[in-house]
Structures are given as structure tokens and as C-alpha cells.
DNA sequence: TTGTAGGCGTTATCAT
DNA sequence: ATGATAACGCCTACAA
């Protein structure tokens, strides 16, 4: 194993000199870097991981903790994984994967051993165990998705609010006055889950300032339980025309469903999906969704650690804690078109 | 910090008898063991890493290389990646994740600087560019998939030929006699893609030990390709009453024109896939599908590498290549059904 | 069964 | 602008 020290002698220096050229952290006459970097190639160099750490104080490494058993979009998951490993490299930085399934002790771990400099947890819950652990031992972090006390964290997660409004100027400028919200199964909303609740208090909130009507039906997704969704819905509102859909599951149903129940879609009912595009191509219609940017989310997330945990080195300041919400994108594809015009609004005066 | 040292001194002991209670490397009187337990417990010791590997030259870190546009199924990578995080953290092992943008200076980087003891490459094309570099360092490694020259490696994959020849049987089994093997398109056979060619081989091999007939049409998957493709088998071969797809893309558009063209699924043809279960569930009928062991995958992967790592640092004796191939399982589900009678096995004699 | 001490390769603080 | 040199925390012969 070539060291520094051996570069130091090759190049005919001494070996703090060759630590900073490295570093870059004093000046070195031009001649002499030269020298010294000819010698770093020519011996095929490359500094020592662990010594580096243990002397520098930093591992250069941050984990980033990954849901085992998902309800996630797989694909989405990943994309944001590769995303924080790419950003992370762009600063000098590796990615160690965790599991969940070692729990709160799995971050303790890795920042207690100083094996990772800082933390990117995915999937948090409202009532993360993961975060008691963190606070404990003040380790530098960054959460995807938000929980329920997101006080002196950093937190970065898709603007469930604005996605959920998007939808209603989307299909409100197309004309549609009665939209209908298909969202998850009650219990989601019954724990209060905050990507949900978001959703649709910003779909709501917008209704309201714009004076649609809605309704908001939890579903299950399965087939059954949405053509059951579906039916009250048009038993609700019979002039509904605007379907937001926040349920993967969901989506499939709801479109046979329209068809078979002889609305055309998007001539006769306008479907927004809120969902990963990748998904919303897969169907027939392609469906107009609302997706939020996933790469992004893994770079502001790795910037957030990074600045914590030079932070953290610097003066340990407690930085700010930071909430930040990526604007999502509304893409239209075929499910979405002007509303028809209405022929009945309500129940006809027969006779 | 809690070190090593403290815990020493708070147990009235020496450092390295501390050391070895945690290496296990020597035997320690059980009373003194136990006060060096309670002090760890009490200080709340957790190992340095960096201190770790410098010393003992050993980072406890496996490298894992992961494809970054991916035209493999993400799901079934991730799953992978995750087993092979759970397996290699009960050898007491950690997974740093490396995307393959960097190439083969990754795979360079984490093994020159220590940062990690191996490596394990997904994604592992038959003239991979990132095996000379293994193979000049002389890496520890363990390949997902098989190279063109898979000597002095480590390979694990699917046994793709049984996954073929498992269609042929299950296929003969239920009566049909002419089959035909959708596959992926002209390009992958032409790079002679190991998978692709090793299950056509298990195919054709089967099947003519079985004295069936076969058909091999590449495919691009789109809707119309599909329809071209089937269009020719079944003027070629009107008695066609078997289908064998491995192309994830045509499997969707051949079940559509089946059906379009008068063929119940499985009454009339029966299909067998090569694919996910996960994917297999997502059609309509459900289809009958030979998958491999993932899980699998990534715990056979790991333990190469440490094997690797062990010889490695034991002797440095080369160890023997391996070429690990895991039997696919066959799932009957809707797809498949006993072989119609033959009412036209050739075209009428008219007038 | 336990202790002593040198060394692993870098970083960073003093000097010069 | 460059050099010595003491940490950094742990491992492991070598001693006792």
C-alpha cells in the first residue's frame, strides 16, 4: 500500500506537505505541487479511509436510512436513494445504506462509531422512534417526509399542499365545478399521516377560494371498494366531473369504472392523478398527474446534512431547524379536458 | 467520546484486555469479562470506525455497485440491494452504496483507500469495464450476473437455462407440442447477452428433449412489434399453443392480441413469463411465471465477498473462482391450462 | 489470564 | 512556503 509518507519521500518533501496539497487547506509554491502530484499519480496514491477519519475527525460518510418493508413506490425510493449518493459524491462524500429493520439503534450506531458524519433518514413517520435517538445525541440529520415535532431537525419533503391545489386550478380552469377526492383508506387519515392531511387541506383550501365543490372519499383501492367510492360519489354529486386521485391502488379501478359506467374519459369526467409520472403513463388514458421532484429531494436533503454537520464541527451552533417544501410540477397528459357542458345539474323535473 | 481507554480505566483493566472482550480474540475470566461489559453498557462505548480499520485493516464495509438508468426492474434491485444490506450486517458488515457513474474509478476508489474490504457488482454486463480494475487490485469481489470471462471471479445469477427449460416442462406437461419464446429484442441477442442466451439455450434444450416444437422471436415489447411478432408465429406455426415471453414490455400487448385475435388465455394458449411475481399478479389472467430467488441473490453475493475477504487477509492464497447458479421456481397461476384438442393441427386440405 | 507498547496513515499545531 | 511531531483510537505481537 502506497502511503503518504512514500509520496512525501518520492517527491522529496515532508509529509504535511503532501497532506495539504490534498487538503488544499495551505498554499503551496507551484513547483512543488507539481512535484508532489506528479508523485501521487506516478504511485498511484490514494489516502487512507480510515486513518483519514480517525485523525480528521470525519468519515467522510453519511448513512442513509432506507424502509425495509415499503408501501413506498419502490422506483421512486430508489431514485431518491441514487439521487443523495450522487449529490453526496459531488461533495466528497459516501453513502452507507441502513435498513430499518435495525431500528432506532441502527443510527445510533453508525453516528456513536463515528462511522457516519450525519444521518438521512427516508420514510419518516409522524411519531418517529428513529428521532429521540438523533436529538439524543445531536447528531447532524435530515429527514424526508415530516413528523409530527420537527423541532430542531431539518426536514425536506414534496409540498403536498401545493400538489393538492394544483389539482383544483388544474380542472377549475378547465371548468369543472364539482371535483370529487379520491384519497387513501380512512385509517391513513385516521394516524393522521401528514402527506394526506396536507393534500387535501390544500386541495380543500383551494376549492374553496376558487368556489368549487368537493368531496372528499377515502378509499381502499382495491377494485371493489373504489367501484363502492365511486358510486356514492356520483350518488353524492351527480354532476361530478373532476376526480383527483391520491391512491395508487385506486387509479386502475377508477378508470374502468368510468368507462364501464359509460363516462368517457377525459370527454365526460377529468382524472388527476397525484402520483409519480413513471405511473401515470402506465395507464390508458395517460393521466395528467402532479408529481413532486424526487431528485431534487435527495440533494437538498444531502445539502442539509452537509451544512449540520459542518455546523456541527465548526462551533456547534445548533443550526436552524428547516422545513422545506419542493414545489411539485403538474403535468397534462390525456385523462384531463374541458368539463362537458352541463346538461344535468340536477335531477331533471320530470313530467 | 467514550474510548476504549475509558472503559479500561473504568473497569480497572488494561486497554487491550478491553479489546479482546470485544474481539473475542482471547479468553477473559469471566468476572472481569462481565466488568468490562457493565462499563461499556455504563459509558455508553461504541468502537471508532476510522480507529477500527486503521488498526486492524479491515473497514467492515462491502462496497455495493448499483446500476444508474436502470433498464432493469427497479423493485427487484432494490430488493436485492436490501438483502444484501441485512445479510452483510449479520456478518457485521456494512453496505456503501456506489452508483455507477463513477465507473470503474468507483469500484478503484473504495477498494484502494481502504474504504472498503469488497465489492459486489450489480448489474454485471458480459464485457464489464469495471472487472480489469478488480481484477489489477486484486479486490475481493462477488459479481450479480455473469461476464464474458468470469475466471478468478466470483459470479452469482439465476440459472437461467432451468428457468427456460421449467417453461419447456411445465408446458409439455399440460399436453402442448408447439411453443414459441417471445423474447427481448434483436439488439440483446446480438450483444449475445448472457441471460438472454443462456435461456433460449435452457429453452431450446428442453424442448428438444422433449421432442416439442419451438419458435424463438425476438420482440421489441411495443403494442405493435408484439402484434408482428405474433402475427408470424402464428402463421407460421398455426398449432402454436404455448407461449413463453421474457421480455417484460410484450407481456401486456400479447395477452391484449390474444385475446383480440380469438385465443382465451389460458383455455385456448396458455402463457408462461419470465419475470417478478410481482409483476407476474399485475395481469389479467394472472400469470403462470418461473422467477428467481432474489433474496437469495444478495446473501450467496455477500458471502462470497467475505469469503474473499477472509482468504484475503488469511493468506492471500487465491481462491477458487465460483460460479453460482440459483434454481428459478415456477408459480402456476391463471396463465396456463391443459393444451387444447387439436382441431386444426394443420391447414385444411380444401376442396 | 492479563498488561505493555509500538504502530496503523492522516491531520493539524507548532515551529522555522 | 515548508518541516517536524504529537495526537487520533484501536489492534496485536510480545511479555509476564
Do not use: W
Request: proline content about 7%.
Amino acid at each position: 500500500m502506497v502511503t503518504l509518507a512514500d509520496v512525501a519521500r518520492h517527491a522529496g518533501v515532508s509529509s504535511s506537505t503532501v497532506s495539504y496539497v490534498l487538503s488544499g487547506k495551505r498554499s503551496i509554491s507551484t513547483p512543488t505541487r507539481q512535484r508532489i502530484e506528479k508523485a501521487i499519480t506516478d504511485l498511484g496514491y490514494h489516502p487512507n479511509a480510515g486513518a483519514r477519519a480517525l485523525a480528521g475527525k470525519r468519515s467522510h460518510i453519511i448513512a442513509l436510512v432506507v424502509p425495509l418493508h415499503t408501501e413506498v413506490y419502490v422506483p421512486t425510493m430508489m431514485e431518491i436513494a441514487i439521487s443523495v449518493t450522487v449529490t453526496a459524491r459531488q461533495y466528497g462524500y459516501d453513502v452507507l445504506l441502513i435498513t430499518n429493520d435495525e431500528g432506532p439503534e441502527g443510527v445510533r450506531r453508525v453516528a456513536a462509531s463515528g462511522l457516519a458524519d450525519g444521518v438521512i433518514l427516508m420514510d419518516v413517520r409522524l411519531d418517529d422512534d428513529r428521532l429521540p435517538a438523533l436529538r439524543a445525541q445531536g447528531t447532524p440529520a435530515a429527514l424526508i417526509g415530516i413528523p409530527d415535532d420537527p423541532s430542531g431537525l431539518a426536514c425536506v419533503d414534496h409540498d403536498f399542499a401545493a400538489a393538492g391545489a394544483l389539482c383544483v386550478d388544474h380542472l377549475a380552469d378547465l371548468g369543472h365545478r364539482d371535483l370529487a377526492f379520491v384519497g387513501y383508506p380512512p385509517r391513513v387519515y385516521q394516524r393522521h399521516a401528514g402527506y394526506a392531511e396536507r393534500t387535501l387541506n390544500g386541495f380543500r383550501r383551494r376549492a374553496e377560494q376558487r368556489g368549487l365543490r368537493v368531496l372528499h372519499r377515502p378509499c381502499e383501492g382495491t377494485y371493489e371498494s373504489t367501484a363502492g367510492t365511486l358510486a356514492r360519489i356520483l350518488a353524492d354529486r351527480p354532476g361530478t366531473t373532476g376526480f383527483v386521485v391520491q391512491n395508487e391502488g385506486a387509479v386502475g379501478p377508477l378508470l374502468s369504472l368510468l368507462r364501464t359506467t359509460g363516462r368517457t374519459v377525459p370527454e365526460d369526467a377529468s382524472v388527476v392523478a397525484i402520483c409519480p409520472d413513471q405511473l401515470a403513463e402506465q395507464y390508458a388514458p395517460r393521466l395528467t398527474a402532479v408529481t413532486g421532484p424526487r431528485k431534487e429531494l435527495g440533494q437538498v436533503a444531502v445539502e442539509q446534512v452537509l451544512a449540520r454537520i459542518d455546523a456541527a464541527a465548526a462551533g456547534g451552533a445548533a443550526p436552524d431547524d428547516a422545513l422545506l417544501l419542493l414545489a411539485p410540477d403538474l403535468v397534462v397528459r390525456e385523462s384531463t379536458a374541458p368539463a362537458p357542458r352541463r346538461v344535468t345539474t340536477t335531477e331533471e323535473p320530470s313530467t
